[in-house]
Structure formats: C-alpha cells, structure tokens
C-alpha cells in the first residue's frame, strides 16, 4: 500500500520569506514522487518529480523539493515567496515496484502569501 | 497544443438522476486517468485507460459508475444513479508514456448530487 502525508492544512508567509510544504510518504518499494499545484478555478499542474538519482529536485516557478529516503520526506520548498505563489499544493507518491500507474495524493496544503 | 478538457464544468443533479462527465486527453496520450476529490479529502484515484483498455478500476467506488472510453480518444463517466455521497470534484488526466511521468490534468467538474 502506498499512502501520503501533508501535515499542514494551510501554511501562511510572508512575501519574501523563503516557504516550505511538507510531505512525508509510505510506499513498499521505491518511490516515485511528485508536486502538484492548482490555482483557483483551473486543474492541477505539474510542478517537479523525483525518480531516481540527485536527491534535491528543481521544477517550475523556482520551486524545489528534497528527497529524503530516511525520513520518508519531500518536502516543497522556495527561497522566496510571492502572492502569485498563493495556491493549494498537493504531494503525490507512487511505489515504482507496483503494476498500477495510480497515484496517492495527500489531502493538500493550502499556502497563503501576505504582501 | 490543447490541453485536456472537460465538459461540464459543473453539474447539479437530483438524487437518482443519472450524469455523464466527459474528457477529452491531450491528442496523442495514450494514458487516460480519472480521478476524484470530495470536499476537503484527498484526491482518489477512480480508473486507469490505455487506450480503449481499462488498464486498473480498482479505484471505482460501486457498480453505478461506468467508464468508457471509445476508440482510445475521449473518456465518458457516467454515474447512475446518482447518490449524495457522489458530489465532488471529478478529475481527468492524461499522460503519454510511462509511470513516473507526470500527468496533464483538465480543470475538473464539479458534481453536485442534491
């Protein structure tokens, strides 16, 4: 079975203050992880993906996240928040071993940047 | 390039009634996902299409929801019928290759079963 984390209900920052969401994972193999973002009003867009290799993972918008196999973690991060940062993120995990090509998605965190 | 669409954007049905959710995936992608969010939960996997294939419908709740998707093009959902416990967001995505690629999502609909 494969299952997500994400802590967080809501984070809030500070535009310009450096931001973090954080994700922790279960899977029975190895994972395939994956950031998701969804603004407003649209669907979810791809934001970063580790699976396999470099443990820090850059994606669009100048996010980043770390893979961290000892503590089950990825967490997202930025170094600098903006407004048009404000969103809801989701985590998503998939055991790469498994046969099925579902994703386990965590309940999502909502971030809110205040200007 | 267009994205995945769906169709409607949101619907309000009665209890009973019977509701057919579309997608059409970006041309080319053989992968073809439905997914679902009830208010505030998690976003739950439904099914997984290759082509006209069900590939993996281990995430269909009960026999009232039926998938189809003809000629490996767009996707229908229907749900009939209809409970209260149905009301969410439905999601469709499509990817083209393999499993840790990253999927392309349409915008949703959003069902409301009253």
């Known amino acids: 079975a494969q299952s997500v984390a994400q802590p967080e209900d809501q984070v809030n920052v500070a535009e310009g203050n450096p931001l973090t969401v954080k994700c922790t994972y279960s899977v029975s193999g190895n994972p395939y992880l994956f950031w998701y973002v969804q603004y407003p009003n649209r669907g979810l867009q791809f934001l970063l993906k580790y699976i396999t290799g470099d443990n820090l993972v850059k994606g669009s918008y100048g996010f980043e996240a770390e893979f961290n196999k000892s503590q089950t973690s990825f967490h997202l991060k930025k170094p600098s928040a903006l407004v048009s940062d404000s969103a809801l993120y989701f985590c998503?995990?998939?055991?790469?071993?498994?046969?099925?090509?579902?994703?386990?998605f965590g309940k999502g965190t909502k971030l809110s940047v205040i200007p | 390039e267009a994205g995945v669409t769906q169709f409607p954007s949101h619907s309000v049905i009665e209890k009973g009634q019977t509701v057919t959710l579309r997608c059409d995936p970006i041309s080319g992608h053989d992968n073809l996902y439905w997914y679902r969010r009830v208010m505030g939960k998690e976003i739950k996997f439904l099914l997984h299409?290759?082509?006209?294939?069900?590939?993996?419908e281990s995430g269909m709740p009960n026999n009232r929801f039926l998938a189809e998707r003809t000629g490996g093009t767009y996707s229908t959902l229907k749900v009939q019928p209809a409970e209260l416990e149905d009301s969410g967001v439905y999601f469709c995505?499509?990817?083209?290759?393999?499993?840790?690629?990253?999927?392309?999502f349409g915008s949703g609909t959003q069902l409301s079963v009253l």
């Open positions: 995505a499509s990817s083209q290759w393999g499993a840790n690629e990253k999927l392309f």
């Open positions: 998503a995990v998939k055991d790469s071993g498994a046969g099925s090509y579902q994703l386990t």
């Open positions: 299409f290759v082509k006209e294939s069900k590939q993996d």
